[in-house]
């Protein structure tokens, strides 16, 4: 019942508006402007790009800079390492099957990988959760742009959300000294806590693209990054408790959230309007997502559904559907993937205190 009561418990805010409305903007401009000139073929790279500024919600101004820059310079690469991943299937003519065989494995190194470096440099929010969905997504997409246009598009998009990250600095009420912070150097426990991370990383997003992939292939139903995306997300938490909470409430508030895309896609959105929909959820997103996960995921699906939607248009209810069922596995996954190191040292623990009493 404390797990329940805690899953619908609303933490304090903590100047969650003004990330928001950073965040907000920062996917707002890059995409309206797409619209503009009629490149929504685009709208994808730029949507990750703009994850940039989600990290470094309320440092002061410098370290802010920083760890934005890092975290821009990271999901460029990810974007790049995805985009080269795409053409490679076209180059080898590989089948289709191969071809998904692939970025499954790759985007389970990407997880891996990523998780390291955002925990190298102290990076929050942590883990790589958005590098797996950067990844995999773009590597997925069929028709792609041409390479320079999509990191050009990407590149913009990380350059404006440092600015919007340092635009407080006009306001001498807001500003903050600027320091230079210094380097991050792990302690030898947050070194292997760094890798046993990785590892959680690798083997909860193999399994998950593993197990999506074939229940796809066998019930017809496919996104399976999704269920990979949604194994990770066990993994950020303080005890098992709360991570197996994070996995239930992923899947409550995407069940949630694709209510709420369902109503939006009855409406048939304009382009400019579907670009104001994604601002909406994206400022949602952020004034929840440190504070209720599951009102946070009501507005994440819809935002991250909408986004590969521009894309790559997808019959509604087969979006829906896939979402839902690639969910479960994901969290599913995640959970199982907890479970064995909270149960081994709460047996450590035992067996510790059994001889401490002896």
Not at 11 to 40: E, Q, S, Y
Not at 115 to 130: D, N, T
Request: net charge positive; charged share 15%; proline share 6%.
């Amino acid at each position: 019942m404390k797990m329940l009561a805690e899953m619908f418990t609303m933490a304090p805010g903590n100047k969650d508006h003004r990330v928001a409305l950073r965040c907000g903007v920062g996917v707002f401009v890059p995409l309206i402007t797409l619209v503009l000139l009629d490149r929504l073929d685009l709208a994808i790279f730029a949507s990750f790009g703009a994850f940039t500024g989600i990290y470094g919600r309320n440092e002061p101004h410098g370290r802010r800079f920083t760890t934005q820059l890092r975290a821009g310079a990271l999901m460029l690469l990810v974007v790049l390492l995805a985009a080269l991943t795409a053409r490679a299937g076209e180059a080898f003519a590989l089948s289709p099957a191969s071809t998904t065989w692939i970025q499954v494995l790759a985007t389970t190194l990407v997880a891996g990988g990523g998780s390291l470096i955002v925990a190298w440099w102290r990076l929050r929010p942590a883990g790589s959760l958005f590098h797996i969905f950067a990844f995999a997504a773009i590597a997925s997409i069929p028709s792609q742009p041409p390479l320079w246009q999509g990191m050009l598009a990407a590149a913009l998009t990380v350059a404006f959300c440092l600015l919007v990250g340092m635009s407080s600095r006009l306001a001498r009420s807001r500003r903050t000294p600027w320091e230079r912070p210094k380097p991050a150097r792990l302690t030898p426990g947050e070194k292997r806590a760094a890798w046993l991370e990785g590892v959680g990383y690798l083997v909860a997003a193999g399994l998950a693209g593993t197990l999506g992939t074939v229940a796809g292939e066998w019930l017809g139903f496919g996104h399976n990054y999704w269920a990979m995306v949604a194994a990770v997300v066990p993994l950020v938490g303080h005890s098992t408790r709360h991570r197996v909470s994070r996995g239930v409430q992923r899947i409550i508030g995407t069940a949630l959230g694709l209510v709420l895309l369902a109503g939006i896609l009855l409406l048939q959105p304009a382009p400019w309007q579907t670009v104001l929909v994604i601002a909406a959820c994206q400022f949602g997103a952020e004034m929840f997502i440190a504070r209720q996960y599951v009102l946070a995921q009501v507005f994440v699906t819809p935002l991250a559904l909408i986004s590969t939607l521009l894309v790559a248009p997808t019959a509604p209810g087969i979006l829906l559907r896939d979402r839902i069922l690639e969910t479960v596995i994901g969290a599913a996954v995640g959970i199982a993937v907890v479970l064995p190191p909270g149960a081994w040292r709460r047996l450590r623990a035992g067996q510790s205190a059994r001889r401490a009493t002896a």
